[in-house]
């Protein structure tokens, strides 16, 4: 079945753009109907909703962020991207992807989850 393994750099400065990808692999991601999530945790914080894209291409994106994300695919590749400019120190978390059919589940355990990649901002 569907698994997700995220991909990118565990250190980045700030003012820098933070690129992650999360690659796909056991169904096709123009194809099943999920919602393609990422989510981050920063220490001592819960889990917080980033944003998705659907399986038709569409994307969302938490309000607090939307001005400096975007979340794209490469169908060849069958991977979705993460990328969040101008990042600060508070940017640094764990960085997940997620599929999900109930995008108000987006945090559910039973979700398909990668298994996480730390990112830490700094100088």
């Known amino acids: 079945q569907v698994q997700l393994q995220e991909s990118g750099p565990g250190l980045v400065k700030p003012s820098q753009t933070l690129s992650l990808t999360c690659i796909v692999s056991?169904?096709?991601?123009?194809?099943?109907?999920?919602?393609w999530t990422w989510i981050r945790q920063a220490p001592g914080k819960g889990l917080e909703w980033l944003g998705a894209?659907?399986?038709?291409?569409?994307?969302f994106y938490s309000p607090s962020l939307k001005s400096r994300m975007s979340i794209s695919r490469d169908t060849s590749k069958n991977q979705f991207s993460l990328q969040l400019n101008a990042v600060t120190p508070e940017d640094t978390a764990d960085y997940y992807c997620n599929a999900n059919r109930d995008p108000t589940g987006w945090g559910n355990f039973h979700n398909i989850w990668g298994q996480g990649t730390q990112v830490t901002v700094s100088s």
């Open positions: 894209i659907t399986y038709e291409g569409n994307s």
């Open positions: 056991g169904g096709a991601i123009v194809e099943k109907n999920y919602y």
